[in-house]
């Protein structure tokens, strides 16, 4: 991108600014894949609401079809879509963090790039962690987010390290994943189905917390979670809010997707379980609340495709996630499993 037109852009966000009464200086800014974000320092007695209110005038001058005002700190934070968006790409993102970290840290997935440049990680093991829900619209990401998620991990654990639980009602979110030797039973689809694996789930929890066993860790997978809560009624949720409130003791974690981010769907016993939040844009302020657990985010204003925000320990951490395509999914997850084609039928779960 041309410093000459990042120059012009900020020269117009000066102009808006003055031109409203609210003075302010371009004082630098990054280029993500996705955005232009420029830092404003308002001139002493401009208020913050004033500025806010300004982004349809801004957006209008700039040319673009919206403009997201964040404060941080003294500085006003001023993001606009690039005109030329640039996907980041699973492999080399992930050969980069190898070649960075050559002991790739257990139970750890990749999501993507952060707004600073750096690859973003989560650790399913953190005290921080233990689940996590990803919530966005149609078009905002949040089942590309799953599979790159699920990609890193088992390319980094063989069988007997992580085991995987998939429950897809639509049949294609995770279709790729389900001859790989991670996964633990056959793929869930219908709700009768899926309510099974959860007993099962819950059983080995209650066994497992007995006993004093907790590896192989066990990733319950769930695509378009508000749907499963919704049809499979008050059971689904009393499992479900049992796995969230104890399953890490066991070793067992929760990856659930959905697009209905409402308390009134979800409850907020189970989401209150879910320490990690991957939030991609969504409808209103209210299901950005809801979906982050916390207010203030912008999630409803975000540019969708990958574009989310993490809120993980109180800490709001903006990304653009990693993206594999289909056509390179599956020859991946065939290498991944190859090593183990003669191994035998993983079984039961100690």
């Known amino acids: 991108m041309k410093r000459r037109w990042l120059e012009a852009q900020a020269d117009l ?41 300004l982004a349809e005038e801004l957006a209008l001058a700039l040319g673009v079809p919206g403009v997201r005002i964040q404060r941080e700190g003294p500085v006003v934070q001023l993001e606009i879509p690039r005109p030329d968006p640039q996907v980041v790409r699973f492999l080399p993102l992930m050969e980069q963090v190898r070649r960075a970290m050559p ?29 996590i ?3 966005g619209t149609t078009g905002s990401g949040k089942t590309s987010l799953a599979r790159t998620m699920l990609v890193s991990l088992v390319m980094a654990h063989r069988p007997g390290q992580l085991m995987l639980i998939l429950i897809d009602p639509k049949g294609t979110a995770f279709a790729a994943f389900r001859e790989l030797p991670h996964v633990w039973t056959s793929a869930a689809g219908e709700t009768p189905e899926a309510t099974a694996r959860l007993e099962e789930a819950v059983r080995l929890m209650e066994r497992r917390s007995r006993e004093g066993i907790f590896t192989p860790r066990l990733l319950i997978v769930i695509d378009e979670l508000g749907d499963l809560v919704q049809q499979g009624g008050r059971e689904v949720g009393e499992l ?29 016993r189970l989401t209150a379980n879910f320490p990690a939040r991957l939030v991609g844009r969504v409808v209103s302020a209210e299901d950005a609340r809801v979906a982050a657990g916390i207010g203030g985010t912008g999630a409803e204003r975000l540019q969708g495709k990958g ?16 993206y594999i395509a289909p056509e390179e999914l599956r020859p991946l997850l065939r290498q991944i499993a190859r090593p183990f084609s003669n191994d035998p039928p993983s079984g039961g779960l100690p």
């Open 307 to 322: 574009d989310f925000i993490a809120v993980v320990g109180g800490t709001l951490t903006r990304f653009q996630a990693a």
């Open 13 to 53: 966000v000066e102009q808006v600014l003055w031109q409203h009464r609210s003075p302010g200086r371009v004082t630098g800014g990054r280029v993500t894949p996705t955005a232009i974000l420029f830092q404003v320092v308002p001139a002493p007695g401009v208020r913050w609401s004033r500025l806010k209110g």
């Open 240 to 268: 479900l809010t049992r796995l969230a409130q104890r399953g890490r003791e066991a070793g067992i974690h929760l990856l659930a997707c959905t697009q209905k981010p409402t308390a009134a769907l979800l409850g907020g």
């Open 103 to 131: 002991r790739y840290p257990p139970y750890t997935a990749l999501l993507g790039l952060a707004t600073d440049g750096a690859p973003l990680l989560i650790r399913l093991t953190s005290p921080q962690v233990a689940h």
């Open 133 to 135: 829900l990803i919530a």
